[in-house]
Antibody, heavy 125, light 106 residues
Framework: QVQLVESGGGVVQPGRSLRLSCAAS????????MHWVRQAPGKGLEWVAI????????YYGESVKGRFTISRENSKNTLYLQMNSLRAEDTAVYYC??????????????????WGQGTLVTVSP | EIVLTQSPATLSLSPGERATLSCRAN??????LAWYQQKPGQAPRLLIY???NRATGIPARFSGSGSGTDFTLTISSLESEDFAVYYC????????FGQGTKLEIK
């Protein structure tokens, strides 16, 4: 069965950095695009970033562009999110998400098939 | 930017009733639309993708329809476990979500 386990969340001061990790199992990790999606407390869902199956292509939501970096290490079945210059509005549960992957093209990606349990990031003085 | 508007914000129904949830896009998303269910304290779960295809393991009482700008999620006969928040999401452009519809027990 597919498992996605996030780690690395916590409390961090504004302007500081944090790196999230996601350990994947139960599927061929190197064959699928992967995403980060976040949810502020009591709010809706916001797509954060996508990385292609091979790590070559990466795209970001406007609110995190230039501050966050998504990456993956296929040899370790692990997805990462490096978050720099954190702001209070980045406070959220961050979910690691497997793309449905019916088409290998990243242009066709964007259906969120399996989700991790999430890790909470709190940005506060 | 593609904006998705869901209605109603809250839907109060009883078990066994039929639920109809709507999602409207401000421009065409073709059939590139999905629906998710989220229960308190849990991650979202994919229900429907490409407007009308049920995801793996999703019961047949869930169905999706629509194309272009208007979409509907229908739950034919509500079970107790169906009361949750439902989100629509498009992938025609950069992914975006609707604000959610809370389905609550009447």
């Amino acid at each position: 069965q597919v498992q996605l386990v996030e780690s690395g969340g916590g409390v961090v001061q504004p302007g500081r950095s944090l790196r999230l990790s996601c350990a994947a199992s139960g599927f061929i990790f190197r064959s699928y695009a992967m995403h980060w999606v976040r949810q502020a407390p009591g709010k809706g869902l916001e797509w954060v970033a996508i990385v292609s199956y091979d790590g070559r292509n990466k795209y970001y939501g406007e609110s995190v562009k230039g501050r966050f970096t998504i990456s993956r290490e296929n040899s370790k079945n692990t997805l990462y999110l490096q978050m720099n210059s954190l702001r209070a509005e980045d406070t959220a549960v961050y979910y690691c998400v497997k793309d449905l992957g019916l088409d290998p093209s990243i242009a066709a990606a964007g259906t969120f098939e399996y989700w991790g349990q999430g890790t909470l990031v709190t940005v506060s003085p | 930017e593609i904006v998705l508007t869901q209605s109603p914000a809250t839907l109060s129904l009883s078990p066994g009733e039929r639920a109809t949830l709507s999602c409207r896009a401000n421009q065409s998303v073709s059939s590139d639309l999905a629906w998710y269910q989220q229960k308190p304290g849990q991650a979202p779960r994919l229900l429907i993708y490409d407007a009308s295809n049920r995801a793996t393991g999703i019961p047949a009482r869930f169905s999706g329809s629509g194309s272009g700008t208007d979409f509907t999620l229908t739950i034919s006969s509500l079970e107790s476990e169906d009361f949750a928040v439902y989100y629509c999401q498009q992938r025609s452009n950069w992914p975006s979500f609707g604000q959610g519809t809370k389905l609550e027990i009447k």
